[in-house]
């Protein structure tokens, strides 16, 4: 079957830098997303790797290896409003999305 | 304005009843989505649209049917809501891939609705 598998939870601290895993396993791969929802909010997109290498937004940034079947998600400089939770999706064959379960972020003064 | 809506925000029914929730968006994309989210499992998709006349189940269709009204609007119906129905639902769309096929498939996501069936 389809799955991605990523970290339940997370802990960091403000300033600092936290790395979020995702490992994929789907039929036919076009990329891999990430996307941030907040508490009682809705998943908003951050960013897609189509290619291998990492992909660079602001403070975000996202891997991605196909060789690996993996990728990350990396925040720095860490503020208290990035606690989130953080999902990875990937884009298979039927360019369906498929979700992981996500990563709940903490963020500790 | 939002571009995508959903109603009702929240609703709680019983067992038995058959229940309607509504998304329109004014993005003028194609593919639109429903998914339901329960703690601790991510997002699961129901049904997807990719237009008018082209409806598909996903994941976990049984239990629910949609109608795409129009171009901008996407229904999703419980025809016989079971409590373990209750769920975070969503409505997202989306635009059609780029011709070179590596569109990212950007999802936008209404706020949700929130449906508890006792």
């Known amino acids: 079957g389809q799955s991605l598998e990523q970290p339940s939870e997370v802990t960091a601290v403000e300033g600092a830098i936290v790395q979020i895993n995702c490992t994929y396993q789907?039929?036919?791969?076009?990329?891999l997303s990430w996307y941030q929802q907040h508490d009682g909010g809705a998943p908003t997109f951050l960013s897609y790797n189509g290619l291998d290498g990492l992909e660079e937004t602001g403070r975000f940034s996202s891997f991605l290896s196909r060789s690996d079947s993996y990728g990350y998600l990396l925040l720095q400089e860490l503020q208290m409003k990035d606690s989130a939770s953080y999902f990875c999706a990937a884009l298979d064959s039927n360019y369906q999305l498929i979700w992981g379960a996500g990563t709940k972020l903490i963020i500790k003064p | 304005d939002a571009d995508v809506t959903q109603t009702p925000r929240n609703r709680i029914t019983k067992t038995g009843k058959r229940i309607m929730l509504e998304c329109s968006q004014t993005k003028g994309h194609d593919r639109m989505y429903w998914y339901r989210q329960d703690p601790g499992l991510g997002l699961r998709l129901i049904y997807y649209s990719f237009d008018v006349k082209d409806i598909n189940k996903g994941e976990i269709s049984d239990g629910y049917s949609v109608s795409r009204q129009a171009q901008a609007k996407f229904s999703l119906s419980l025809e016989s809501a079971i409590p373990n129905q209750t769920a975070l639902y969503f409505c997202a769309t989306s635009d059609r891939p780029s011709l070179a096929g590596v569109g990212t498939d950007t999802q936008y996501f209404g706020p949700g609705t929130r449906l508890t069936v006792l």
């Open positions: 789907t039929s036919g791969f076009y990329g």
